[in-house]
């Protein structure tokens, strides 16, 4: 069965600052999607990047870059220079190729991520 | 509006009462999700219909929930006597095509609360 783990359930930074968020992920499928959404407190789930299995290579979006490394079954998310409106909760979450849910996600547990000014 | 909308916002009803939440996936989609987000089991997956059909329904937590789409479009969510215990977020996502190169457009939820 799939599991994804975000062990930072909590992290507060001083704006500017870099911060990471982890995410690790268990499944049995040779091909996957991996995702990463943002909660921001009023709490609609945004979209904010899609990974297939096949493809490690690093993506970098403005101030957001991702990680991916199968090794280690890894999909981590770098904010540089954080800002206060990246105030959130981060959800990693995993779909499989085939299941009879469609793509149906199963997500972390989340990680709230507190940017003070 | 362009996306995934889902009413009411709120609902407070008392235990024991049938809820009905209603979500209007962004147009065109065919695929469409109910998940569940409560503090102690976090976000859980609870049914996807694919068109009008429900190929999994594995999601849903008793026999008090189910769950309809008509239309293709609009989906009704049924929690029948109500209980404690159902109090969560309850969010709506549809996507395109509903396969695995689909991305998942979430609502802004419904948040239960049953006293």
């Known amino acids: 069965a799939q599991k994804v783990t975000q062990a930072q359930t909590e992290i507060s930074v001083v704006e500017k600052e870099d911060v990471t968020l982890d995410c690790v992920y268990e499944?049995?499928?040779?091909?996957?999607?991996l995702f990463w959404y943002k909660q921001p407190p009023s709490g609609e789930l945004v979209f904010l990047i899609r990974?297939?299995?096949?493809?490690?290579q690093n993506e970098i979006s403005g101030r957001y870059s991702w990680n991916f490394q199968k090794s280690t079954s890894s999909f981590n998310f770098t904010i540089t220079a954080s800002q206060v409106v990246d105030s959130a909760v981060y959800f990693c979450?995993?779909?499989?190729?085939?299941?009879?849910?469609?793509?149906?996600?199963?997500f972390g547990g989340g990680t709230r991520l507190m940017v003070k000014p | 509006g362009a996306g995934v909308s889902q009413s009411p916002s709120n609902k407070v009803t008392e235990k024991g009462k049938d809820v009905e939440l209603r979500c209007d996936p962004i147009?065109?989609?065919?695929?469409l999700y109910w998940y569940r987000q409560s503090l102690g089991q976090g976000l859980e997956f609870l049914i996807y219909?694919?068109?009008?059909?429900?190929?999994?329904k594995s999601g849903l937590p008793s026999d008090r929930f189910s769950a309809e789409r008509t239309g293709g479009s609009v989906s009704t969510l049924t929690i029948q006597r109500t209980q404690q215990e159902d109090s969560a977020v309850y969010l709506c996502?549809?996507?395109?095509?509903?396969?695995?190169?689909?991305?998942?457009?979430f609502g802004p939820g419904t948040r239960l609360t049953v006293l």
């Open positions: 996502a549809s996507s395109v095509l509903g396969g695995s190169t689909d991305t998942q457009y």
């Open positions: 219909f694919q068109g009008n059909s429900a190929p999994d």
């Open positions: 499944t049995r499928d040779t091909t996957y999607y």
């Open positions: 147009s065109g989609h065919t695929a």
């Open positions: 979450a995993l779909s499989e190729a085939w299941h009879n849910a469609g793509n149906m996600l199963t």
């Open positions: 990974r297939n299995s096949f493809d490690e």
